[in-house]
């Protein structure tokens, strides 16, 4: 299975992309009916669930010995829930942001997750080495410092520990160009390059491990707007995976893997 350059490593049976998509499906549906609002309804649609679920399947991959991990900047949560659902009881899961501890009960109930309520921009209320991993899954982007924000990030996480970084805005995305162009929401004050996070990730102690790989396409979404909430849209958001190269479609995100290292080479 192949997410846009992205390949889901090998043994992972479609069974379990069915059922952690059901998963998802369910906490959304639920938690909607529970506090309807608009975010969970953009993130809830199937084809962003599928993107959600197939992301988490190739980041697995890189986090297979982590115990302690946090979900930096996690909102309601769906990183968490995958995560809970993979590693049960095995895993120590911390999830942090700026919403209440109150918000999202649906998602938090489920993942179990240990939340704190963040009073700082950048400061982040954990000791230094703590974390085998961090997942920090569309949230760079939004933080007042990019720069500062890792700086602390790397405080927090272990040597050798992993940062795992989803849904970061590309900047060649047609989709990001067309947002900008019409004044629409949605558009992001920053944007990376393949290259771009690379480098930033060496200044701050972080050696990606895994290639900065395309991740999501519009075109995904159009296929959502025409065909809905069916089975039909998944099927052939699978098929256009298969035959289109993300780098045709100028992917919405990238993502990386990177391990925080003591010394550069």
Known sequence: MVLDGMEI???????????LRQLLERLYMEQSQLTPNAYLETHGTPAAIDAQVRTFLWYRQFITGSIRVLDWGCNHGPDSALLRAWRGDDLQLHGCDRGSS????VFRSF?????SELDSQFVLPYENDQFDAVIASGVIEHVASDMRSLEELHRIVRPAGRLVITFLPNWLSLH????RRSGEDGAHDRTYSRRHIRQLLLHFGFLPISPVVYQTGAWARQ?????????LARHLVDVARVVAPAHAFRASTLCVVAEKVEAMR
Not at 11 to 19: C, F, I, P, R, S
């Open 102 to 105: 109150s918000d999202y009960e």
């Open 223 to 231: 296929i959502q707007m025409v065909f809905g909430r069916t089975e």
């Open 111 to 115: 993942s179990q997750v240990s939340y």
């Open 9 to 19: 490593p090998d043994g992972v049976a479609h069974e379990e992309l069915v059922e």
């Open 176 to 179: 990001e160009l067309k947002l």
